[in-house]
């Protein structure tokens, strides 16, 4: 896998932290959609973001690039429920090139619905571009760092500035990892993020991902606590998969619940269902942080 992508932090996400948890400005409707899309859009899709990682389909980012000249194109959308508010993000559009080896370039972009008392409303669209740095690739440690830049398309138009650390070690079939983000928003807000992931190689084609993560914002930004100006941090798991089904062709899929909320109620459940196509100029399917 490789990158950040846009999702729900249940996000992505979508992360998912897009936008599955309020506004920074909690008089303002609108705002408190983007911060939901932007905190749990963030993956994923992944993320935040790129995706070649626990990324998609988890809600933390591996520090894996994907090599210079390879690509990755992802559609996915992702779906949370808290506090009786159901957060939908979707379609999620990753785009991943690899510029160098070590360096690539990622494109992401995605809408973000809230539904709540049998009511959809349309919520504003966030733009994702930054790029991810491993400059430790080795047998055994791998380390990233990934800066990007996060604009509100519509409604506020702000502008957000997130930085990633990633750092994994592998055990041969088995891998284990770290991911750590702060995001600054231009209405002096801000949200930490981070946790561990596990990641399991079963076959050639299938790779298993477990991990438990949290997120904490300056402002609450979650479903289901309008007006609420109080400091609030979630914890929660997720189970996922990562199965190439044809050449070049990944099904990505995760779901998982809260575990405990500060501030606010726990997060319900959270889902996410993507599908990722590789390329390489030489024909074969670009290493993605799977295990083999």
């Not at 008089?27 to 994923?44: C, I, P, S």
């Not at 400059?135 to 500035?161: C, H, N, Q, Y």
């Not at 990562?242 to 319900?268: K, M, P, Q, Y």
């Amino acid at each position: 896998m490789a990158k950040r992508s846009l999702r729900f932090p249940r996000m992505r996400p979508p992360r998912n932290f897009g936008e599955l948890r309020n506004s920074v400005i909690p008089r303002l409707h609108r705002a408190r959609n983007f911060l939901v899309f932007l905190f749990h859009g963030l993956l994923a899709v992944g993320l935040g973001a790129a995706i070649a990682h626990a990324g998609p389909p988890g809600q933390l980012d591996d520090p894996h690039a994907i090599g210079e000249g390879n690509v990755e194109f992802i559609v996915a959308s992702a779906a949370a429920e808290q506090a009786g508010e159901v957060g939908l993000h979707g379609p999620v559009l990753d785009f991943t090139v690899g510029v160098v080896d070590g360096l690539d370039f990622l494109l992401v972009g995605g809408g973000f619905f809230v539904v709540k008392s049998g009511e959809e409303k349309s919520e504003s669209g966030l733009l994702t571009t930054g790029f991810k740095w491993q400059p430790l690739a080795g047998s055994e440690w791998s380390a990233a760092w990934t800066p990007t830049v996060v604009i509100e398309v519509e409604g506020e138009r702000r502008v957000a500035i997130s930085n990633a650390i990633q750092v994994e070690r592998s055990f041969g079939r088995f891998a284990a990892g770290t991911d750590f983000s702060y995001t600054w928003i231009d209405d002096h807000s801000d949200v930490w993020q981070g946790g561990v992931y596990g990641l399991y190689s079963a076959t050639e084609r299938l790779t298993l991902l477990a991990e438990v993560w949290f997120e904490n914002s300056d402002l609450d930004v979650t479903l289901g606590l309008d007006g609420a100006t109080a400091n609030a941090t979630d914890f929660a798991f997720n189970l996922g998969l990562d199965w190439e089904v044809l050449d070049r062709l990944h099904l990505l899929a995760s779901s998982g619940t809260g575990i405990a909320s500060d501030n606010r109620e726990r997060i319900g459940w959270q889902a996410y269902l993507g599908f990722q196509w590789v390329w390489s100029r030489n024909g074969a399917s670009p290493a993605t942080g799977t295990l083999r």
